[in-house]
């Protein structure tokens, strides 16, 4: 029976990247190497000015019955000004937390052909594969109370709640070691538990669910220096665990050992390995519209539907060959451009892809 695969393409740069993966499932799909009906929905800004709201409820019952989403990306300057339940961001977020999308993978893996694309020397990035295991449905992103109240003296307060709950750390920590031990067995959990009692709890209970793997080294980091350590020497990660906000701002960090935030994608999945897959980057508003944003983050992307919601491991290692042999043919968008390579535009990307197939 085919699988039902809900496209949401979103603001920005989101319509045109989620088009060129489009094409290449479609391509797939002609072929007869997968079965799947696509169908388009609204999401974030799109969905605010069309229904007034970012997550209508006609596209979360579509999401709720699709057995994977692709999702390009949401936001943009003319919705920031919004309450912030009608802000496109907040689409995404509602998305993530309606389905019990909790583990984010954004696996940040060098190309060889980008070793020069990096901004960080190529013997640094080279070889460099590692897995960001995110957690993406708690933490400071959606703990309560948070708000702006307005305190006695007439002056205003932000606030947020970082929690975190052991089960919620637990099942986290879980999907970490299991990709670690398909991988180069090692964990490193990030904290910053010289401060923050949240992290203090996140790190016992880590410590206690490595017990359950003990062919997996498990390894400590604060914050910050993992942050240093990123660009300092890499090669030394192979699984990092984040909570939710540690994980977004190191995964852009990341992204950059690549070659660019266009190259990474992401998969979101829940319990029962549903997931919604997007790339890490938004939706970029300054170039969008142009048709020089990268597509392959959200070809990749789609890459990792097929093989864990789709169960088309082949297909998901096809799309990855194909995108490899563009980057053998010296095909570059503008972000991972350098001397001696050829510039093409988004779509021309795209279509390379599909003929690379
Ligand atoms: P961004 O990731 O959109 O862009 C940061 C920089 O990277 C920009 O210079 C942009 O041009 C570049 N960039 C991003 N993707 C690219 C691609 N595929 N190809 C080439 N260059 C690319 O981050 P931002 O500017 O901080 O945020 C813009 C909007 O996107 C905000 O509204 C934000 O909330 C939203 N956002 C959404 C998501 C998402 O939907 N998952 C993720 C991050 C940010
Ligand atoms: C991401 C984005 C989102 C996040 C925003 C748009 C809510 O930055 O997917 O990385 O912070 O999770
Ligand atoms: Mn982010």
Redesign the pocket.
């Known amino acids: 029976m085919s699988k039902k695969v809900l496209v949401l393409p979103?603001?920005?740069?989101?319509p045109e990247?989620t088009e060129q993966a489009v094409k290449v499932l479609k391509r797939l799909s002609d072929e007869g190497a997968i079965d799947i009906e696509m169908e388009e929905a609204l999401v974030?800004?799109a969905a605010y000015d069309a229904e007034g709201s970012p997550l209508p409820e006609s596209t979360m019952q579509l999401a709720r019955e699709a057995d994977a989403i692709l999702?390009?990306?949401?936001?943009?300057?003319q919705?920031?000004d919004l309450p912030r339940d009608k802000?496109?961001?907040k689409g995404?977020l509602g998305l993530r937390s309606g389905l019990g999308l909790f583990a984010n993978l954004r696996p940040a893996m060098l190309y060889p052909q980008l070793a020069h694309a990096s901004s960080l020397k190529p013997e640094v990035v080279s070889g460099l594969d590692i897995l960001i295991v995110r957690e993406l449905t708690g933490g400071i992103y959606f703990g309560q109370p948070r708000g702006i109240r307005t305190l006695e003296n007439g002056e205003r307060e932000g606030f947020n709640t970082y929690v975190y709950s052991e089960s919620e750390i637990k099942r986290i920590a879980h999907v970490a070691f299991q990709a670690a031990q398909k991988r180069n067995k090692k964990v490193t959990s990030i904290d910053k538990s010289n401060v923050l009692e949240v992290t203090e709890l996140w790190k016992e209970v880590v410590t206690e669910v490595a017990k359950d793997y003990p062919d997996v080294t498990l390894e400590h980091m604060l914050v910050d220096n993992a942050a240093m350590q990123l660009v300092r020497w890499p090669k030394q990660f192979d699984v990092m665990l984040t909570g939710n906000m540690f994980g977004?701002i190191l995964s852009?960090e990341a992204s950059m050992l690549t070659g660019?935030?266009?190259?990474l994608p992401?998969a979101s999945l829940n319990e029962e390995n549903k997931g919604m897959y997007?790339?890490?980057?938004?939706?970029?508003?300054?170039?969008?519209g142009q048709d020089?944003?990268?597509?392959?983050?959200?070809i990749l992307s789609a890459a990792m539907m097929l093989r864990y919601s789709l169960g088309a491991e082949d297909q998901a290692a096809r799309i990855e060959q194909a995108v490899s042999k563009v980057l053998d043919q010296g095909l570059r968008?503008?972000?991972?451009w350098t001397e001696g390579t050829q510039k093409v535009s988004?779509s021309a990307m795209g279509d390379a892809v599909v003929a690379a197939l």
């Open positions: 979103g603001d920005g740069i989101g990247i974030g800004g999702l390009g990306a949401v936001g943009g300057p919705y920031d802000r496109p961001e995404l977004d852009d660019s935030i266009g190259m992401s997007e790339p890490s980057h938004g939706s970029a508003p300054d170039i969008a020089i944003a990268n597509p392959l983050a959200t968008t503008a972000d991972i988004c």
